[in-house]
């Protein structure tokens, strides 16, 4: 069963999927949206983006059966906090996050009783952001991790289904395991991309041109995700602190080991690596 009335809080690249997305699946909800930034909303009604634009968050969740928090992880408790009064009974509020622990500790204790929270991370981006970067294939033949964290059995099922018409498969997941997982899949990486585009940038014998002009061999798709919106991964790194810096921890040591083999020669140690890490990689698809 889809929900008859769709609230999209936050209209850009996961938002503005989950509507186009909404539309393929031949779902006739009535959608409404709210961004913050009135340049946003113009450009969200320019470009057809929901059934209404609404100019507070309020009034988009008023009559809403599902509210969807889709704004950077560090906006969402505020944002919980403005629409709890107006949420109708027995709706579901669902986030769309990188990040869980985080999310629902800020979100939770606003919500009254009767409204159901079923937190839940599409894994699927570009580094694309804002209102037209959305696409409806966002998330075919991606996951999408639910973590019910005591909502009720109905409500969570419902919320499973409505991701797999949008074109996800979906898993459940503890909190913590998800934020650990995320640090380890997306977080880090995504670190480690922004650091590599400094160090190029830092290295004042390489020119910014040669970077750009050379970019082919590894740098460019390595770093394709450091263009990535600054505001969500200032966020991320905030809230997803401990597993964060656990898989930090793991990565420099690893690389630490990789340099003390390089310093010393130790060519059987590199191979061995690259080999053993090669065959994982390429089971990834
Ligand atoms: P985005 O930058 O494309 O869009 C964020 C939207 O939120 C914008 O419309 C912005 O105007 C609005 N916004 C920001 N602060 C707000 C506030 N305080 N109140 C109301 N609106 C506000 O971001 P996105 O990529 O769609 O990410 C949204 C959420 O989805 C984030 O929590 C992010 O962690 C999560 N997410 C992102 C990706 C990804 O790869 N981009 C993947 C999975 C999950």
Redesign the pocket.
Known sequence: MTYPRVAL???????SSMFWAMRRAGMDSHVTG????AS?RDTARRIGLCDTICDS?EAAVRDADLVVL????G??G??AATIAPHLKPGCTVT?????KASVIEAVAPHLPNGVNFVPA??????EH???E?GFASLFDNRWCLIVPEGAPEQATAQLESYWQALGASTERMEVAHHDLVCAVVSHVPHLIAYTMVGVADDLRRVSDQEVIKFSAAGFRDFTRIAA??P??WR??FLTNKDAALEILGRFTEELFALQRAIRTGDGDTLFDYFTHTRSIRRGIL
Request: charged share 10%.
């Open positions: 809080i936050g209209l850009g690249l996961i938002a709210y961004a913050r930034s946003t968050a889709a704004v950077p992880v906006a969402m505020a944002i986030d769309v996050g990188s990040v991370h599409p894994m699927a981006g570009t952001s804002g209102p970067s990535s919106d505001t969500m966020d991320v």
